[in-house]
């Protein structure tokens, strides 16, 4: 059964505020983080175990993930790899003892966030998940950009999609109507369409836009 303290996990289609989601079978150690992490502001939802977080879990949830290494039943590697499965992005830091360094060294290896030795100090949990969560952010924050550049893009006719690739590979308006041997006037108004319907303002913006949005 879920420990969730009283912060609401958001449902599918929806987007959610980060949250700390903390999954281990540890009464003692589950609760500690909990009240650790939510007395320095953070929304928390805590799990007694893997089976528990995966029946709650949806692919909007933004945040960290706190999941110990050792735990009957589903193991926290093995919820790890259902999550890589899943392809979630809730950014994983792994809660370990001296013998289990190996392992979580491992699941670094395979996209793991960060991991954390028992025992720990208030003050190092505390930057650990405040470093992950500024980075989840702004991963997200470039996924939700590229998305909207992606959409953008496919509003773009073939031909304003012609032009928009030879202005990002540096071509003036005169060597673009040389290539698709059309007017300058027409690559003008196409390139105004270009920058309408791609939300910008400046050539500096647009070449920002898209190119950031392929990284």
């Known amino acids: 059964?879920?420990?969730?303290?009283?912060?609401?996990?958001?449902?599918?289609?929806?987007?959610?505020?980060?949250?700390?989601?903390?999954?281990?079978?540890?009464?003692?150690?589950?609760?500690?983080?909990?009240?650790?992490?939510?007395?320095?502001?953070?929304?928390?939802?805590?799990?007694?175990?893997?089976?528990?977080?995966?029946?709650?879990?949806?692919?909007?949830?933004?945040?960290?993930?706190?999941?110990?290494?050792?735990?009957?039943?589903?193991?926290?590697?093995?919820?790890?790899?259902?999550?890589?499965?899943?392809?979630?992005?809730?950014?994983?830091?792994?809660?370990?003892?001296?013998?289990?360094?190996?392992?979580?060294?491992?699941a670094l290896k395979k996209g793991a966030a960060d991991f954390i030795e028992k025992p720990f100090s208030a003050e190092e949990m505390l930057e650990i998940v405040g470093s992950c969560l500024a980075r989840e952010s702004e991963q997200r924050e470039h996924r939700r950009s590229r998305a909207d550049t992606e959409q953008r893009r496919a509003q773009l006719t073939v031909r304003e999609r012609e032009v928009l690739d030879l202005i990002i590979v540096g071509k003036l308006n005169k060597q673009i109507a040389d290539v698709l041997n059309i007017s300058i006037k027409t690559v003008e108004v196409h390139r105004a369409r270009v920058m309408e319907k791609m939300g910008a303002t400046t050539l500096a913006s647009l070449i920002r836009r898209v190119v950031s949005s392929e990284l």
């Open 1 to 106: 059964m879920s420990e969730a303290t009283g912060k609401t996990m958001h449902g599918a289609g929806e987007v959610s505020r980060q949250q700390i989601f903390i999954v281990d079978d540890d009464d003692a150690q589950r609760d500690s983080l909990v009240w650790l992490l939510e007395s320095h502001g953070h929304a928390v939802s805590a799990f007694s175990s893997a089976e528990d977080f995966l029946a709650h879990w949806d692919e909007h949830l933004a945040g960290c993930l706190l999941l110990d290494v050792r735990m009957p039943g589903v193991s926290g590697l093995e919820l790890f790899e259902e999550l890589t499965r899943r392809h979630s992005a809730l950014p994983v830091i792994f809660i370990t003892g001296h013998g289990d360094v190996a392992m979580a060294v491992a």
